[in-house]
């Protein structure tokens, strides 16, 4: 995130699909599909919030119905990064067993994508709505079985997570670097701004923040490279994270003045970090998932 996060955003969703792909998809599936993924000559989409549920993954209303070799899918998928830009997408939708996982070519018939939608941030990225009318695949692209999809996309969400965090870490260190930059150049009073106490305070807890929160990624990280269980892990991570990053960003803006609140170069940074406390699993959700995670402990 520290080059580019709108870049960083769409080769993280990507990854996602990579990543459920080759934890869930048939042999066949990966042979088809992981080469080109990974090799970047195929962009892939995370087709998974719809306009009546967000976070709610189990609450999905775009249909899957079985017909002969085939599965016919209705529904709209909505905030899609990637959508009409990528050449496959990973759908969630709902069949007779429950949520399952289908990827979607996008030359598959009846499958059709809304505008960019204009956004405060992550402005490179390209999100829309992926609408899905009669859409026909291969009974094939079943990824797993019936059913299975909810728990594929929760496993793929954990990992995700930790990206998005991680994203976010970069974000607010290269927007630090840049305030404490300035800084050391501009002068008022008599003398630089980053002999003021008020702006060296800000300076420490803004390092402090980034110190920690890259940190709990790496935790989640490690965890996940062990076999641990990390899920409360990734959401800790995440939600630390994005929030750290929105609250540097801010303080940012503030250590420039109006350059801050008027420079792209700057205020840019506070709006790419300020979607990912959103996607990915809002803030007020991670919460709720980590505290029933403790509270299922037995101390």
């Known amino acids: 995130g520290a080059a580019d996060a709108s870049v960083a955003l769409s080769v993280a969703i990507h990854n996602t699909v990579a990543d459920g792909i080759f934890l869930f998809g048939s042999e066949a599936q990966k042979k088809t599909y992981l080469p080109g993924i990974i090799s970047g000559k195929k962009l892939a989409s995370f087709s998974l919030t719809e306009p009546a549920s967000g976070s709610d993954a189990k609450a999905v209303r775009t249909k899957a119905r079985r017909v002969g070799m085939e599965y016919v899918l209705n529904g709209t998928k909505m905030f899609i990064t990637n959508a009409g830009e990528a050449d ?49 695949i291969s009974a094939e692209n079943l990824v797993g079985r019936e059913g299975e999809g909810f728990e594929q996309v929760k496993t793929m969400l954990n990992s995700s997570r930790i990206v998005m965090g991680a994203l976010c870490v970069g974000v607010a260190q290269v927007a630090y670097e840049k305030a404490v930059t300035y800084s050391k150049e501009r002068r008022a009073f008599g003398g630089l701004i980053s002999d003021f106490q008020l702006i060296r305070e800000k300076i420490a807890d803004m390092v402090t923040g980034i110190s920690a929160a890259r940190l709990l990624c790496l935790y989640a990280s490690r965890l996940k490279e062990m076999g641990l269980e990390f899920s409360s892990e990734a959401s800790q991570a995440k939600v630390f994270a994005t929030e750290t ?30 979607l990912l406390t959103i996607g990915e699993g809002t803030s007020e959700v991670l919460r709720m998932l980590i505290a029933s995670r403790e509270l299922a402990k037995s101390l």
């Open 245 to 274: 990053s929105v609250r540097v960003c801010d303080q940012v803006i503030q250590i420039f003045g109006g350059l801050g609140y008027t420079s792209e170069d700057v205020h840019r940074h506070w709006r790419d970090a300020r």
């Open 88 to 136: 496959l997408y990973f759908v969630l939708g709902a069949t007779e067993k429950g949520p399952s996982s289908f990827i979607v070519e996008k030359s598959a018939p009846g499958l059709e994508f809304g505008e960019d939608l204009p956004k405060l941030g992550m402005r490179g990225s390209r999100t829309s709505e992926v609408r899905l009318t009669d859409c026909r």
